[in-house]
Nanobody, 121 residues
Framework: QVHLVESGGGLVQAGGSVRLSCSAS????????MAWYRQAPGKQRELVAT???????NYVDAVKGRFTISRDNAKNMVYLQMNSLKPEDTAVYFC???????????????WGQGTQVTVSS
């Protein structure tokens, strides 16, 4: 089993910054792509940013230039640095990882429980 645990959310004023962290633990052979998603009240969950094993990144247009995704492969962690926050960034942020748990196993998708980020105007 694989567990993803997010931390770092909270209440921040518009224009401020927050850094989210996500730690993966359990039976892990290899972690492939990692990502951050978010879900605002009454809206569908949306992809925010992705990062490959080699560090290639992609962002949704709404956060380009403000958010930075990074990872530490040795520690099985992924981060999301969020700067210049806006009220519309308010959401529950979820960590996602594609994990192979054994050498001969398949790749499966895992989710964290989410962490709330609230941006006040």
């Amino acid at each position: 089993q694989v567990h993803l645990v997010e931390s770092g959310g909270g209440l921040v004023q518009a224009g401020g910054s927050v850094r989210l962290s996500c730690s993966a633990s359990g039976t892990i052979w290899h972690i492939y792509n990692m990502a951050w998603y978010r879900q605002a009240p009454g809206k569908q969950r949306e992809l925010v940013a992705t990062i490959t094993v080699s560090g290639n990144t992609n962002y949704v247009d709404a956060v380009k230039g403000r958010f930075t995704i990074s990872r530490d492969n040795a520690k099985n962690m992924v981060y999301l640095q969020m700067n210049s926050l806006k009220p519309e960034d308010t959401a529950v942020y979820f960590c996602n990882a594609v994990v192979q748990t054994t050498l001969w196993g398949s790749q499966n998708n895992y989710w964290g429980q989410g962490t709330q980020v609230t941006v006040s105007s």
